[in-house]
């Protein structure tokens, strides 16, 4: 069975500060995806990264960073100089790679960001 | 590109009742996957249609079930609310290619069960 852990479950910053959201995950799947996905207090989840096991390259995208570790089952994402607008919870999600297997999402338990100004 | 709706966006129903909610997905989108988001037990999938058939499906109680029709729009229905059934329940929609299985959500449908 799938898992996603989220071990921080409020982080609070001052606007600027960076902050870096936990997740580690537990899959007997030889190829999976990974997610990062936002829900702001509307309540709609907005879809941020999307990572496949098989690529451990760290990327950035503006502010957003996320390092990928398959050794420790890490995949941890920054918000570089956060913002106001960034308070929300942040989801880890984790999925099988298969087409075939359709779309199935397994959730951490969120991490709730709050930026003050 | 209109993104994923889902009606009706509140409802309020009492222990006993049934209850239908609506998603449409982004155009040409075929794949949709429902969620229940509760404090509790956070974000738990529920099932996926696909195509007009079922392809996934969580661990809930018969109670819930779902259907696609030919257009792609979903619906689910819960019969017998129970208290527990309070919730947010949202609806994804995924489209082919490289981004198989990028979902996109809508707003969800915030059920209340008095």
């Known amino acids: 069975a799938q898992k996603v852990t989220q071990a921080q479950t409020e982080i609070s910053v001052v606007e600027k500060e960076d902050v870096t959201l936990d997740c580690v995950y537990e899959t007997r799947d030889t190829t999976y995806y990974l997610f990062w996905y936002k829900q702001p207090p509307s309540g709609e989840l907005v879809f941020l990264i999307r990572?496949?096991?098989?690529?451990?390259q760290n990327e950035i995208s503006g502010r957003y960073s996320w390092n990928f570790q398959k050794s420790t089952s890490s995949f941890n994402f920054t918000i570089t100089a956060s913002q106001v607008v960034d308070s929300a919870v942040y989801f880890c999600?984790?999925?099988?790679?298969?087409?075939?297997?359709?779309?199935?999402?397994?959730f951490g338990g969120g991490t709730r960001v709050l930026v003050k100004p | 590109k209109a993104g994923v709706t889902q009606t009706p966006r509140y409802l309020i129903k009492t222990r006993g009742q049934q209850v239908t909610l609506s998603c449409s997905p982004i155009s040409g989108h075929r794949s949709v996957s429902w969620y229940q988001q509760t404090p509790g037990q956070g974000l738990q999938f529920l099932f996926e249609?696909?195509?007009?058939?079922?392809?996934n499906k969580g661990n809930f109680p018969g109670r819930f079930s779902g259907r696609q029709f030919s257009n792609s729009r979903s619906e689910m229905n819960v019969s017998t609310l129970e208290l527990g059934d309070s919730a947010l329940y949202l609806c994804?929609?995924?489209?082919?290619?490289?981004?198989?299985?990028?979902?996109?959500f809508g707003p969800g449908t915030r059920l209340t069960v008095l």
């Open positions: 999600a984790l999925s099988e790679a298969e087409k075939a297997a359709g779309n199935k999402l397994t």
């Open positions: 994804a929609s995924s489209g082919w290619g490289n981004s198989y299985n990028e979902q996109f």
């Open positions: 990572r496949n096991s098989f690529d451990e």
């Open positions: 249609y696909f195509s007009e058939t079922q392809r």
